[in-house]
């Protein structure tokens, strides 16, 4: 199963779909009956399909629908300066919400260190963790655009946020610094799920590489179905960090 699929097995907006498809001509409206026959297919109790295998059906909609959406997406997506620096400042963004969660993860090491030197054993053995989310819902503001959207609902789903890039220490051991030049990707790896590198044309990136989180939001299909239309628009405001102690 491709990984994360079953995260996207909810409902599907069909409006969306004929309206996408219907510009690609008569295929497209072809191909959206064939997913409706497939989709609403009866599930057999006396078939040798488990229930799940029926419930994943919805998800292979919506992601065939996600990926036909990122293919014309990337057809039509130009590498504009304006683009280009979108996804720079994206880029500076997520580079200043990691070391953000490092000044944290320096306060709160120092405060269970401080626990546990008071003779708080409890706390000792703690493990915390740090990760970078994206979520539209994140601002008050009912007027955002994509807040109610569901294509954005479902590359939201898909997304694996944490498997992107998330920082982590323990008890006795120190905080990365996240500045550290292995935290960051300076050439492209190709491969058949891996999407092309063309910022590595451009000098920025050349000369600071990219956050490993910004690089597999873009490039890996297995974590992410966001376009790179979708990626250079994504509202800096919607990101967050996501914070865990464990003891």
């Not at 969306?16 to 001509?25: A, C, N």
């Not at 959206?32 to 799940?52: G, L």
């Not at 050349?206 to 966001?226: P, R």
Request: glycine share 6%; charged share 30%; aromatic share 16%.
């Amino acid at each position: 199963m491709i990984r994360n699929m079953y995260k996207i097995a909810g409902r599907t907006d069909w409006k969306v779909l004929e309206d996408f498809y219907k510009d690609l001509g008569d295929d497209g409206l072809k191909k959206v009956e064939k997913m409706k026959r497939f989709r609403d297919a009866k599930y057999d109790v006396n078939a040798d399909e488990p229930s799940s295998a029926y419930d994943m059906r919805y998800a292979a909609v919506n992601w065939e629908f996600l990926i036909d959406c990122y293919v014309v997406q990337g057809l039509k997506f130009v590498w504009t300066d304006e683009n280009l620096n979108k996804l720079i400042r994206l880029d500076q963004h997520i580079r200043k919400l990691e070391y953000e969660m490092y000044q944290k993860f320096i306060e709160i090491r120092r405060n269970l260190d401080g626990l546990i030197a008071q003779g708080f054993d409890v706390y000792k053995d703690y493990q915390v963790t740090g990760e970078i989310r994206y979520d539209v819902t994140y601002i008050d503001n009912d007027e955002h655009k994509q807040k109610y959207d569901w294509i954005c609902e479902l590359l939201q789903g898909y997304a694996d946020m944490r498997e992107l890039k998330n920082f982590s220490f323990g008890d006795g051991q120190e905080p990365e610094d996240p500045r550290n030049s292995e935290n960051y990707i300076f050439e492209g790896k190709r491969g058949k799920c891996q999407r092309r590198s063309e910022w590595l044309n451009y000098d920025y990136f050349v000369k600071n590489g990219m956050t490993t989180f910004l690089y597999h939001l873009m490039v890996d299909l297995s974590h992410s179905l966001y376009s790179y239309n979708d990626i250079v628009n994504m509202d800096l405001r919607c990101f967050y960090i996501k914070y865990d102690v464990s003891l």
